[in-house]
């Protein structure tokens, strides 16, 4: 069964009181269309059309790397509108299933549901019962239970008004039929718009059943119309995340302060501390301890691996038992073996540290490999730069960088070689030995301190 799947995204979006198309407004880091657009994959579509009008080629720019047939509809003329301007794309399709590119959390789950519900007719929508259903179309029902049609809020009398259950919008339909009913549908309601919803009466005026199913969760249907619904999304989506996590083996501190906005794997009893922001492809190895606010994007943490308060890490790889932070900046391309230890204050970048090493407080490393057991001490800083090329620095294991010590790349400090504080070191440092640089130290012993003559002495 070919399954063909429309995604209605046309609308103006004028409530965000934006520049940018409203399907194109980030929902955890990720534009809503593209929410929806993982979702018609998840569901395995033969054929994903994308209705799309308000922004023009913005949006199928920005989605170029989906694979869809993107259909303009220059005048937004209502969702029967919108749905036939996508049929002539769907004509090899068995079934169409209606999604919405401003509703980014309905699950796949509820869509297989409505799907299978409505395998043996040849019209299934998605309903849902809402406390206050201001605003949306109302579901009909006869007598016996049947639904018979779909009234938009503008069109309904009183007493269809007091309805509770709504047309969430969703719907699966027979590809044949739909073409039937889309073709008879007109405009000559309230709003004097094609409505989708008219085929609810139509298929029921062609001896088609109508099933229903309903969602697991009401955010699933919730469209975003201006920037505070895009906020209840994004805390509604996170909310998700967060207890997917706990129920996962990891301790939040604050669930409703953790922001993941891209994917996190994480290992058993792995905890994180409050605001937390992870972006891209991050991978926490069992009983790794994020401390509070830290940014963590692509990277990877080893197991038992702790990272303390105020940590930027990113395009990183850290191996086991490591403590990073507080205050770390870990760049792309810094690859830290088990057990190291990056203090406060201290940039890495393109660095590889060996096993055990430490550098613990007010260093710039870039550009480097350092071997195992070495100590960076206070205030060094690898000149990787000469202000037009990147040059390498090599530490050897054990070696000892005394504080304030100058790097000048490229340059190698031997194995177990010792570099006093202070110094600028421009040619290898020997293995095993001290290398300094270092002016002698000398007092003057007459020198006196320049000081202030009092008033009218001169
Ligand atoms: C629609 C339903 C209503 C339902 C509600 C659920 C109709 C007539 N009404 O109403 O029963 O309760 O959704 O949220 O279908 N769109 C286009 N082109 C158009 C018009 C709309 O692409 O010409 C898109 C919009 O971008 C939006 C979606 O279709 O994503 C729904 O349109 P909207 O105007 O918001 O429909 P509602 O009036 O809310
Ligand atoms: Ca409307």
New binding site residues.
Partial sequence: MKLGILV??????KRMRSRIP??LHPLAGKPLLAHVLDTAQALGAARVGV????GGELVPRQMADYDCIWVE?A????????VMQAMPHMQDMARILVL????PLMRPTTLRRLMETAAATDLGVLTAVLEDPT????IVRDASGRVVR?V??QDARLDELRIGE????FLIADRARLDDWLARIGNRNA?G??????IMALAVRTGVEIATSQPETLDE?Y?V?DRVQLAVLERSLQRRRAEALMRGGVTLADPARLDIRGRLQAGEDVSIDVNVVIEGDVRLAAGVAIGPNCLLRDCTLGPGTQVFANCVIEGAAVGAGARIGPFSRLRPEAVLADDVHVGNFVELKKAQVGEGSKVNHLTYVGDAQIGRDVNVGAGTITCNYDGAYKHLTVIGDDAFIGSNASLVAPVEIGAGATVGAGSVVSHTAPAGKLTLTRAKQATLEHWQRPRKQGPGSG
């Fill in positions: 209605l995204a046309a609308g103006k979006g409203k399907v209705v799309y009008g308000h509809q005048e937004q003329r209502g969702t029967g509108h919108a919405y590119g401003d509703v605003g949306y179309g109302r779909s938009e809020q709504v047309n969430t919008g709003q718009e094609y409505y989708l919803t008219d249907v469209g119309n």
